[in-house]
């Protein structure tokens, strides 16, 4: 199966390979076990960004694959030495961490990030170019007619999307669209702020000074399976909101506010109603439903100020974002 593969025949575009110090456009892709579609990927890629005659280099960030994506790329740089740097982590840390990581180690005056399984199409690069030429420092985009995932998906997107602009200043259409281009400055910003969060694109947003999105095509995963189960986009959005909103923290505090004004007239009532009327024994119930009431906002809000705490304790630990096992940019020896 995996000879297979690495027979198959990808056309290979005929590109010019000299090198560059320091090239108009740096791709950043994350890639984590996605050798059926590295192949397919490179050259598409290639040839759109040779069409566009602009100087260029690609930055794959292989985050811990565990199947031949490292094998793959290596065969792609050897093609094209000057044109490919890979890094290659370790272990997984993680889309985002692995964003970052290619973030850090680029040269270009752009830079454009992509995901590696041709969901979001090389060939609309062109696109972004011609915003880039227009002014703008970041570039963003949403996902053009049916989102070509599961159906859930699309709908966590939807209302994460909205809850996102009520709860934060920051005003894209589409987060979750990954095809971007963040202009050299925003990119230096994004890797020196010392901010932990993990969201990219966010980010981006509160540096840039003049943004703007355009519509991509958005196609089904080439192929493999995505790498996004429930678990990990619940960490994602909350990573988001905590991150760029203390607006949760404070609907919880006026919430708490308002629960202890509401019990003390409770307290006051029950009181009253001891001293004019008698103990109450059948009213036991309802106070059980309140203090269960009480109990699990209390729970939520102990929950909410755990993720700021866990966020503060991450920066306190510093741990790094990702180990390097190796980094693919020197020229082979010849
Ligand atoms: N990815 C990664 N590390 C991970 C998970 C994903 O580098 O731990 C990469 C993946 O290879 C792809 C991109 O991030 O290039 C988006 O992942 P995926 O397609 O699984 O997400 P979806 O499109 O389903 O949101
Ligand atoms: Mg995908």
Redesign the pocket.
């Known amino acids: 199966m995996l000879s297979n593969l690495l027979e198959q025949k990808v056309p290979q575009p005929e590109i010019s390979t000299k090198k560059m110090p320091h090239p108009e456009l740096s791709i950043v892709?994350?890639?984590?076990?996605?050798e059926p579609n590295v192949d397919e990927l490179c050259s598409r890629l290639l040839a759109v960004l040779e069409a566009t005659h602009r100087t260029f280099e690609i930055v794959v960030?292989n985050?811990g694959s565990r199947d031949h994506t490292l094998g793959k790329l290596l065969q792609w740089r050897e093609k094209y030495p000057s044109l490919f740097r890979i890094l290659d982590f370790n272990s997984?840390?993680?889309?985002h961490n692995?964003l970052w990581a290619g973030f850090e180690h680029i040269r270009g005056d752009w830079v454009i990030s992509m995901?590696?399984?041709l969901?979001t199409p090389p060939e609309e690069i062109p696109k972004l170019l011609e915003k880039i030429d227009q002014g703008y420092d970041y570039i963003g985009s949403w996902r053009l007619g049916k989102r070509q995932?599961a159906k859930w998906?699309d709908w966590a997107s939807k209302i994460d999307n909205r809850f996102r602009s009520r709860i934060t200043d920051i005003r894209m259409t589409d987060q979750?669209c990954?095809l971007r281009a963040y202009k050299r400055s925003i990119v230096d910003a994004i890797i020196h702020c010392g901010d932990y969060t993990a969201f990219i694109p966010a980010l981006a947003y509160k540096f840039a000074a003049r943004y703007t999105e355009i519509g991509m095509q958005h196609a089904p995963?080439f192929r493999g399976?995505?790498?996004?189960g429930l678990y990990y986009l619940l960490r994602t959005h909350f990573d988001l909101m905590t991150g760029f909103s203390l607006v949760p923290l404070q609907v919880f505090t006026l919430f708490g506010f308002a629960l202890s004004g509401g019990c003390f007239l409770l307290v006051l009532y029950m009181i009253g109603r001891r001293i004019f009327l008698g103990p109450e024994a059948e009213g036991v119930f309802t106070l059980f439903t309140i203090l269960f009431l009480m109990v699990s906002v209390a729970i939520v809000g102990i929950g909410l100020i755990g993720e700021y705490v866990g966020r503060t304790y991450q920066i306190v630990q510093g741990r790094p974002r990702y180990i390097l096992r190796q980094l693919y940019d020197t020229q082979p020896k010849s």
């Open positions: 892709i994350p890639a984590y076990n996605e960030v985050d997984n840390f993680g889309h692995a995901d590696a399984d969901q995932d998906r979750g990954m995963r399976k995505t790498k996004y």
